[in-house]
Structures are given as structure tokens and as C-alpha cells.
């Protein structure tokens, strides 16, 4: 006896895309996909840029630091 593979789908079925589809979406439904979207996009700014912002941020400061002291903890 041979085995059968199945293929499963899991969620939205393909059938339903194309013109129909983007006019059954809600105006929650986009601004949902929109702040996920945002969420997310500030996620990864936000891990990128917070220790070059501190570093920008000390270095136009009074009295100006050499960069080295800024990086070491003394």
C-alpha cells in the first residue's frame, strides 16, 4: 500500500483574493495591517538607533566628552 500525501492549507483560502477581496476589507481590518506594519517597522528603528542616539546625544552635550568616555562605565 503506498502512502498518500496530503496538502493541507492552513488560514485564507486562495479562492477568495482578487477584486472581491480587497473590497470586503473593513476599515479595521486596514488599520490593523497598518499598525502592525508601523509596530513593527519601529521595533527594529528603535533597536538600531537607541545607543547611536545616546552616543549623538552625549557628544552635543556641556561639557563635550571624548567618545571614549561616553563607551566606558567610569
Same mark, same amino acid.
Given at each position: ?6 496538502? $493541507? =492549507? $492552513?488560514? $485564507?483560502?486562495? *479562492? +477568495?483574493?482578487?477584486?472581491? +477581496? ?5 476599515? *479595521? #481590518?486596514? &488599520? $490593523?495591517?497598518?499598525? =502592525?506594519? =508601523? &509596530?513593527?517597522?519601529?521595533?527594529? %528603528? =528603535? ?7 545616546? %552616543? ?8 563635550? !566628552? #571624548? %567618545?571614549? #568616555?561616553?563607551? *566606558? !562605565?567610569?
Amino acid at each position: 500500500m503506498a502512502s498518500r500525501v496530503s496538502l $493541507k =492549507t $492552513k488560514g $485564507k483560502s486562495s *479562492s +477568495g483574493k482578487g477584486a472581491k +477581496g480587497m473590497e470586503d476589507k473593513s476599515a *479595521s #481590518q486596514y &488599520f $490593523k495591517e497598518w499598525s =502592525t506594519w =508601523t &509596530f513593527k517597522r519601529a521595533k527594529v %528603528i =528603535t533597536h538600531y538607533g537607541f545607543i547611536p542616539m545616546i %552616543i549623538i546625544i552625549g557628544m552635543n552635550s556641556d561639557p563635550k !566628552p #571624548q %567618545i571614549h #568616555q561616553l563607551l *566606558s !562605565p567610569f
